[in-house]
């Protein structure tokens, strides 16, 4: 920082040096923020009671099925979850030994996204023994060509 002195002629400068004012100033605002007392909030909510007798397991050891609704549920096994149970049912069948077999099927009329979401939790999942079931049913014979079954 460059201070003037005033000027070089002699006279006497006639501006207050507000620097150390400044300075002090600076000083009394940190001291205050300091001694400010921290203000705490808290919100007291009754929490539920853990259950002492847990739920059984939904996960099969051999083969879990997923299927996608018409209504945009996902159901696991035949019971409607949302994604993050399905997260916690991945990871626990991940850690398994041996791996379950996983199984996806969206019904015909499934929405696109929630499929695609479906399918982007399983790959960041990690799940290895992973497989499409139920193609078959929409699978159409009429090819259209010549010497292949109309069906």
Known sequence: MAMSGGRDD?????????????DVML?????????IPVATHSVDIDLPAPNPNPPEEPIDPVKNKIVITQMGEIL??????????LVRNLEISKAMQPEPELQFEPEQFASYDLSAKVLNIIKVSG???F?????EKYRT???GGPGNPIG
């Open 76 to 85: 696991w096994n035949g019971s409607a979850i949302d994604q993050s149970e």
């Open 127 to 129: 799940v290895t023994k």
């Open 141 to 143: 014979f009429n090819t």
């Open 131 to 135: 497989g499409f079931v139920g193609n």
């Open 27 to 35: 000083v009394l605002l940190i001291m205050f923020i300091i001694t």
């Open 10 to 22: 002699g006279t006497p400068m006639m501006e207050m040096n507000t620097t150390p004012l400044i």
